[in-house]
T-cell receptor, first 112, second 115 residues
């Protein structure tokens, strides 16, 4: 299995909703990442987990809450989002820089 | 701080033309890694190539080729005999630290190949 699987592929949520994005990989990678990508922009790093511990938080608002339950799973809990949070959310994993990064296909989030 | 510049915002070519996408990077590290990713309209980022800073050998993979020149801090990507399926946004990216480091992306170049 050489894939990063993200669910759901599309999500529409209201500003008062609570939802979660899920990411799963079975490649034994020890680092997992959340990126946010707005239309016509490059991906921007949000969080990095290394060995299931949060190692980088790029000053992301608290309405985004990451969680890494185990080495294969990465969640992003969403609460009280704003319309400007609408974007493509990409999950990635890596073993190290030598092996590169594998990205999931993303979740297209729309906040209404 | 690291930086990746893709000066070409959008390129339009006709099928079978050759096209080169430019990438210039800045870094203070002597050890770093350069990547190219393709992002089709469906959204996923498809890994194309990784190159480390100690390997300046150019690489060819089918219709794709990459030219890495440390002297000019460039890592350019050429598609030979372009096809409509090559239409996508292409990102050049840089990773500085060995280990669980992060990617710094360029702004991307949108390539449109028309029949």
């Amino acid at each position: 299995d050489t894939e990063v699987t993200q669910t759901p592929k599309h999500l529409v949520m209201g500003m008062t909703n609570k939802k979660s994005l899920k990411c799963e990989q079975h490649m034994g990678h020890r680092a997992m990442y959340w990126y946010k990508q707005k239309a016509k922009k490059p991906p921007e790093l949000m969080f990095v987990y290394s060995y299931e511990k949060l190692s980088i938080n790029e000053s992301v608002p608290s309405r985004f809450s990451p969680e890494c339950p185990n080495s294969s799973l990465l969640n992003l809990h969403l609460h009280a989002l704003q319309p400007e949070d609408s974007a493509l959310y990409l999950c990635a994993s890596s073993q190290d820089s030598l092996s590169g990064y594998t990205f999931g296909s993303g979740t297209r989030l729309t906040v209404v | 701080a690291q930086k990746v510049t893709q000066a070409q915002t959008e390129i339009s070519v006709v099928e079978k033309e050759d096209v080169t996408l430019d990438c210039v990077y800045e870094t203070r590290d002597t050890t770093y890694y350069l990547f190219w990713y393709k992002q089709p309209p469906s959204g996923e980022l498809v890994f194309l190539i990784r190159r480390n800073s100690f390997d300046e050998q150019n690489e060819i993979s089918g219709r794709y080729s990459w030219n890495f020149q440390k002297s000019t801090s460039s890592f350019n990507f050429t598609i030979t005999a372009s096809q409509v399926v090559d239409s996508a946004v292409y990102f050049c990216a840089l990773s500085e630290r060995v280990g669980y480091s992060t990617l710094t992306f360029g702004k991307g170049t949108m390539l449109l190949v028309s029949p």
